[in-house]
């Protein structure tokens, strides 16, 4: 079985200032891949990053950076200098070896403060 | 290129009633999947199509419940005998088969409110 933990329900952020966003997984699978995704209040679910179990370097992708401590099994999202468009819900997904769908956690609702 | 859409965006339907909801994918994936959210949660998964066929059931898919894909591209989902417990957001996503990461591609959700 899979499960995604994220203990943050809110975060508040002040404007250009960096925040992360906790995210621990448990697997027995070999390998997996990780996700993060944005959920605005209109409802789409956007992807932000992607960390495969192998991938020596933590991810990156513009403002979004992926903290990924194997041993620990976390991942953690860092947003840097943040804007008030990022006030959203943001959820830690992951899908194990073999599998299609993604599990995910329940969320952390993030508001940028200006 | 359009997204994933879905329809209809809302639906309100008193308890007992059958519902329907729509969703087409990006056309050139081959993938799709329904997820259920509830307020303040995270995505649930219901099932999981490759073409046509369906692949992969979750235990949250009661008999109630019945999907289709009939030409493998786009799905309906059917719920019959609505309860109130069934009020939640419906998500529709799809992806390709050739990408290695297995990105999910959302569309906005069909929101179900059951009185």
């Known amino acids: 079985a899979q499960k995604i933990t994220q203990t943050q329900p809110g975060m508040f952020v002040q404007e250009k200032e960096a925040v992360t966003l906790d995210c621990t997984y448990d697997?027995?699978?070999?390998?997996?891949?990780l996700f993060w995704y944005k959920q605005p209040s209109s409802g789409e679910m956007i992807f932000l990053i992607y960390?495969?179990?192998?991938?020596?370097q933590n991810a990156t992708e513009g403002r979004y950076s992926l903290n990924f401590q194997k041993a620990r099994k976390s991942a953690n999202l860092v947003i840097s200098a943040s804007q008030l468009g990022d006030s959203a819900m943001y959820f830690c997904?992951?899908?194990?070896?073999?599998?299609?769908?993604?599990?995910f956690g329940s969320g952390t609702r993030l508001q940028v403060q200006p | 290129d359009t997204g994933v859409s879905q329809d209809p965006r809302h639906k309100i339907t008193k308890r007992g009633q059958n519902v329907t909801f729509r969703c087409d994918p990006i056309?050139?994936?081959?993938?799709l999947y329904w997820y259920r959210q509830t307020l303040g949660q995270g995505p649930e998964f219901l099932t999981y199509?490759?073409?046509?066929?369906?692949?992969?059931k979750s235990r949250l898919l009661s008999d109630r419940f019945s999907a289709e894909r009939p030409k493998g591209s786009f799905s309906t989902l059917e719920i019959q005998r609505t309860e109130q417990g069934d009020s939640a957001m419906y998500l529709c996503?799809?992806?390709?088969?050739?990408?290695?990461?297995?990105?999910?591609?959302f569309g906005e959700g069909s929101r179900l409110t059951v009185l």
């Open positions: 056309s050139e994936h081959n993938r």
């Open positions: 697997t027995s699978d070999p390998s997996y891949g």
């Open positions: 996503a799809s992806s390709s088969r050739t990408d290695v990461r297995g990105e999910l591609f």
């Open positions: 997904a992951m899908r194990g070896t073999g599998r299609r769908a993604l599990t």
């Open positions: 199509f490759q073409n046509e066929a369906q692949l992969e």
């Open positions: 960390q495969g179990s192998y991938d020596q």
